[in-house]
């Protein structure tokens, strides 16, 4: 079945360091992959998305790209901000957008 | 954006009680929500698929007498956990689908942690 396997965390960082958080799917045909952040008391929002192999998602300094090939979606950012501390979750969503598939997310905290 | 409420955001009760997690969506029309289980230092499990008048469909191994979803308006599910029992206590997350978009167009509420002592 239709699986996403995200780094392990907890995530520790300084400001204005580089962030990968890594993130493999296992899907049968052609998903949608996404990423959601929850920042502490709140909801899980979208950070971005990609809907077919090769396309490259981008929100907020955040990037991520559909890698066919090697079956993941690793998050980037290139300078990370105390505010981005928060939980990060890879998912996945089935040809037929029935649902989404979550990883078990990876929290990043990020100290200035 | 779009917001999705739940409420109550946390709630304690006696073993073999009931429990009704309502979720709504506030400023839009969603014609799907579903309800998702997180377990500590877990993913988020789907539970259950609700449409607009219609019967939830739910997931493998999720009993539906236990957990009971209505969907009887486009702004509002409810989920109502039967006969709570100290396994049943979690995170409930619930997500609404606003009508007429693509498979991505989910929002989120807050979550309902549930302790059941």
Known sequence: GNSVTQMEGPVTLSEEAFLTINCTYTATGYPSLFWYVQYPGEGLQLLLKATKADDKGSNKGFEATYRKETTSFHLEKGSVQVSDSAVYFCALSDQAGTALIFGKGTTLSVSS | ?117
């Open chain 2, 1 to 117: 954006g779009a917001v999705v409420s739940q409420h109550p955001s946390w709630v304690i009760c006696k073993s073999g009680t009931s429990v009704k997690i309502e979720c709504r969506s506030l400023d839009f029309q969603a014609t799907t929500m579903f309800w998702y289980r997180q377990f500590p230092k877990k993913s988020l499990m789907l539970m259950a698929t609700s449409n607009e008048g219609s019967k939830a469909t739910y997931e493998q191994g999720v009993e539906k007498d236990k957990f009971l979803i209505n969907h009887a308006s486009l702004t509002l599910s409810t989920l109502t956990v039967t006969s709570a029992h100290p396994e049943d206590s979690s995170f409930y997350i619930c997500s609404a689908s606003e009508a007429g978009g693509g498979r991505e167009t989910q929002y989120f509420g807050p979550g309902t942690r549930l302790l059941v002592l």
